[in-house]
Nanobody
Framework: QVQLVESGGGLVQAGGSLRLSCAASGSIFSINAMGWYRQAPGKQRDLVAVITSGGTTNYADSVKGRFTISRDNAKNTVYLQMNSLKPEDTAVYYC????????????WGKGTLVTVSS
C-alpha cells in the first residue's frame, strides 16, 4: 500500500501562483511515476502532469508553459508549481502514484482544492 498526502491548495486570483506538494509513504518502489490529476465540478478527472522517478515529464496541453512538475526522490515527494493561474484551473487536484512497469494499480490522495478567482 502507498499513502499520499497532498498540501498547498487554496484560493488565488487569476494570474497568481500556487505550489502543491504530495508526500508518498508506504511500499514505494524505486522506479515509479507520480503525478497530478484534476477534476472540476461535473467533469471527469484529467491528467495535469506526471513525472517518473527518472525525471521524465508529461503535461496536459492546457498547462504547458504555466505549470512545472518536479520531485524529490529522497523524500518521495512530488511538487506542482502553478503559475499564471486561470479560473478554468479551478478544480480538486489529486496526487497519483503508480509503480513502473505499470501493473495497473493506482494510488490516489484525497485531493486538495484549488480555486482561481477572476
Amino acid at each position: 500500500q502507498v499513502q499520499l498526502v497532498e498540501s498547498g491548495g487554496g484560493l488565488v486570483q487569476a494570474g497568481g501562483s500556487l505550489r502543491l506538494s504530495c508526500a508518498a509513504s508506504g511500499s514505494i518502489f524505486s522506479i515509479n511515476a507520480m503525478g497530478w490529476y484534476r477534476q472540476a465540478p461535473g467533469k471527469q478527472r484529467d491528467l495535469v502532469a506526471v513525472i517518473t522517478s527518472g525525471g521524465t515529464t508529461n503535461y496536459a496541453d492546457s498547462v504547458k508553459g504555466r505549470f512545472t512538475i518536479s520531485r524529490d526522490n529522497a523524500k518521495n515527494t512530488v511538487y506542482l508549481q502553478m503559475n499564471s493561474l486561470k479560473p478554468e484551473d479551478t478544480a480538486v487536484y489529486y496526487c497519483n502514484y503508480k509503480n513502473l512497469p505499470d501493473s495497473g494499480v493506482r494510488y490516489w490522495g484525497k485531493g486538495t482544492l484549488v480555486t482561481v478567482s477572476s
